[in-house]
């Protein structure tokens, strides 16, 4: 991945975005663009225009942590868009995060992990990577995402989010988890630019799907820790659930989530049919934390 060209489009996105209102400037005759002039830009950050024209232009190497402060400060980046320009400018400076090339290529799980997993009943809970492969789950997880798994997703999130048709019954809400699946992906890009099975899987939905890579030039980054989320599923219906994702402290890169439901509700109730219905003979999905074939390079 071009680290400087993906520094220079996130800049002038996040400059784009926030017009001299925002910003506190007074606004004064025709304006071309809403967004803020490069010049306005190095005034809030005090840096000279010329040094930010070189910054724009994606030449993050050298620059201080200072600096890249006072930038996030300028451009009011939140937190997530702040850790996504220090991550560009540690590429930059030939420092991309070497402990998340990781090995083997075939991850497997801990038998503690896949314990934990297991004593987990009352929800879906998986291990996902940056990625979004779902590298391992509970009984219920794999119920849960079973169209992730069966068809052209292949145990991918995000390539199920734009490549399946069915993705878009799965989330009531498809435009919002698109936007998510995207920012999570850019995030990943950002910490690890050399992950070359990022580079294909980002290639792969830019050539088949125009709403992914039109979302991927919004050079949009976001944190996923907690939240509510809305699904359809198949064999049970609607569900409400809330989320709550946990780094992996012992598998850097990896993140722990889990989806509950409110107690008494009838989401809780659609969970538990499903998992009855995955603990049948005829419905057991295969052993939960054994996906093989997904690799964590």
């Given at each position: 991945?071009?680290?400087?060209?993906?520094?220079r489009?996130?800049?002038?996105?996040?400059?784009?975005?926030?017009?001299?209102?925002?910003?506190?400037?007074?606004?004064?005759?025709?304006?071309?663009?809403?967004?803020?002039?490069?010049?306005e830009?190095?005034?809030?950050?005090d840096?000279?225009?010329?040094?930010?024209?070189?910054?724009?232009r994606?030449?993050l190497a050298?620059?201080?942590?200072?600096?890249l402060?006072s930038?996030?400060?300028a451009?009011q980046?939140d937190?997530?868009?702040?850790e996504?320009?220090f991550?560009?400018?540690?590429a930059?400076?030939?420092?991309?995060r070497?402990?998340?090339r990781?090995?083997p290529?075939?991850?497997e799980?801990?038998?503690?992990?896949?314990?934990?997993?297991?004593?987990?009943?009352?929800?879906?809970a998986f291990v996902?990577?940056g990625?979004?492969?779902?590298l391992?789950?509970?009984a219920?997880?794999?119920?849960?995402?079973?169209?992730?798994?069966?068809?052209?997703?292949?145990g991918n999130?995000?390539r199920?989010?734009?490549?399946?048709?069915?993705?878009?019954?799965f989330?009531?809400?498809w435009e919002a988890?698109?936007?998510v699946t995207?920012?999570i992906?850019?995030?990943?890009?950002?910490?690890?630019?050399r992950d070359?099975?990022?580079?294909?899987?980002?290639?792969?939905?830019?050539?088949?799907?125009?709403?992914?890579r039109?979302?991927w030039g919004?050079?949009?980054?976001?944190?996923?820790?907690?939240?509510?989320?809305?699904?359809h599923h198949?064999?049970?219906?609607?569900?409400t659930l809330?989320?709550?994702?946990?780094?992996?402290t012992?598998?850097?890169?990896l993140?722990f989530l889990?989806?509950?439901?409110?107690?008494?509700?009838?989401s809780q109730?659609?969970l538990?049919?499903?998992?009855s219905?995955a603990?049948t003979?005829?419905?057991?999905?295969?052993?939960?934390?054994?996906?093989?074939?997904?690799?964590?390079?």
């Amino acid at each position: 991945m071009d680290t400087r060209n993906e520094a220079r489009e996130f800049l002038m996105s996040r400059r784009a975005n926030l017009t001299p209102e925002q910003a506190g400037l007074p606004v004064s005759g025709h304006r071309r663009v809403a967004g803020l002039r490069r010049g306005e830009v190095a005034m809030l950050a005090d840096v000279s225009p010329e040094y930010y024209a070189k910054i724009e232009r994606g030449h993050l190497a050298g620059v201080s942590d200072a600096v890249l402060e006072s930038l996030a400060r300028a451009l009011q980046l939140d937190d997530a868009e702040r850790e996504h320009l220090f991550d560009l400018a540690r590429a930059a400076n030939g420092a991309a995060r070497p402990v998340r090339r990781r090995r083997p290529k075939k991850w497997e799980p801990r038998e503690s992990l896949v314990r934990a997993l297991d004593a987990i009943a009352l929800g879906p809970a998986f291990v996902r990577n940056g990625r979004m492969d779902v590298l391992a789950t509970n009984a219920l997880g794999r119920a849960f995402y079973d169209e992730v798994f069966n068809g052209p997703g292949r145990g991918n999130l995000a390539r199920y989010c734009f490549l399946d048709e069915r993705a878009k019954v799965f989330y009531p809400q498809w435009e919002a988890a698109a936007d998510v699946t995207v920012s999570i992906l850019r995030t990943e890009a950002g910490r690890d630019p050399r992950d070359k099975h990022l580079h294909d899987l980002i290639g792969e939905l830019s050539t088949c799907s125009d709403e992914f890579r039109t979302r991927w030039g919004a050079h949009n980054v976001r944190r996923h820790g907690s939240g509510t989320k809305r699904f359809h599923h198949h064999e049970v219906g609607d569900l409400t659930l809330t989320y709550e994702g946990l780094e992996l402290t012992a598998e850097p890169g990896l993140s722990f989530l889990i989806y509950t439901a409110g107690p008494g509700s009838p989401s809780q109730e659609r969970l538990q049919l499903l998992a009855s219905l995955a603990a049948t003979p005829t419905a057991r999905p295969p052993r939960p934390g054994r996906p093989t074939t997904i690799q964590d390079g």
